[in-house]
T-cell receptor, first 115, second 114 residues
Framework: ETGVTQTPRHLVMGMTNKKSLKCEQH?????MYWYKQSAKKPLELMFV???????ENNSVPSRFSPECPNSSHLFLHLHTLQPEDSALYLC??????????????FGSGTRLTVV | AQSVTQLDSHVSVSEGTPVLLRCNYS??????LFWYVQHPNKGLQLLLK??????LVKGINGFEAEFKKSETSFHLTKPSAHMSDAAEYFC????????????FGSGTRLQVQP
């Protein structure tokens, strides 16, 4: 384990469902990120949080709603998704926003399938 | 603006032969550069990073990369491939100013033949 835990590992949901992805880190990091990894496409940054405050929203549709209740937890709430939203969703953390130079620690991801 | 281009989507080598995964970057400022590896059904693991210190960077599992500013390249190499090296490799860039987060390349899938 890397220190960043994502649950569930796999999720299948219908287009009318509401579900949430969870990310948890106890590394003492202050910045957390959601990335989307689709087949044959580069990783797409979705959201950036620093000290529980959203500092970047990368033109993500409103059917994805992030929540960061504290610096250790990050959620991605999903509703009325489309089949093209099927992907691997990766959570990452870093020491601080200004310290991405140290690299990120990634979770293992949630494999989402929208049917 | 920052971007990164991985020149090969697939690379296949034989076990015991050298590995070369190519990466070119574009950055308006002095960049930080990384290589990450992703094994099947796993998250991404940091292999090595360059942050304006020595231009030849050594990472885990025998990998290394050389930062060449004149060529805007940061190619990943390993003298002798092992079966366990089969994975997807991502070249990543971050500029010192501008966009906060890391920008990932599209990835290179490394196959290692016995």
């Amino acid at each position: 384990e890397t220190g960043v835990t994502q649950t569930p590992r796999h999720l299948v949901m219908g287009m009318t469902n509401k579900k949430s992805l969870k990310c948890e880190q106890h590394l003492g990091h202050n910045a957390m990120y959601w990335y989307k990894q689709s087949a044959k496409k580069p990783l797409e940054l979705m959201f950036v949080y620093s000290l529980e405050e959203r500092v970047e929203n990368n033109s993500v549709p409103s059917r994805f709603s992030p929540e960061c209740p504290n610096s250790s937890h990050l959620f991605l709430h999903l509703h009325t998704l489309q089949p093209e939203d099927s992907a691997l969703y990766l959570c990452a953390s870093s020491q601080d926003l200004g310290r991405e130079n140290y690299g990120y620690t990634f979770g293992s991801g949630t494999r989402l399938t929208v049917v | 603006a920052q971007s990164v281009t991985q020149l090969d989507s697939h690379v296949s080598v034989s076990e015991g032969t050298p590995v070369l995964l190519r990466c070119n970057y574009s950055s308006s400022y002095s960049p930080s550069l990384f290589w990450y590896v992703q094994h099947p059904n796993k998250g991404l693991q940091l292999l090595l990073k360059y942050t304006s210190a020595a231009t030849l960077v050594k990472g885990i599992n025998g990998f290394e990369a050389e930062f060449k500013k004149s060529e805007t390249s940061f190619h990943l190499t390993k003298p002798s491939a092992h079966m366990s090296d089969a994975a997807e490799y991502f070249c990543v860039v971050r500029s010192d100013t501008g966009r906060r987060a890391l920008t990932f390349g599209s990835g290179t899938r490394l196959q290692v033949q016995p």
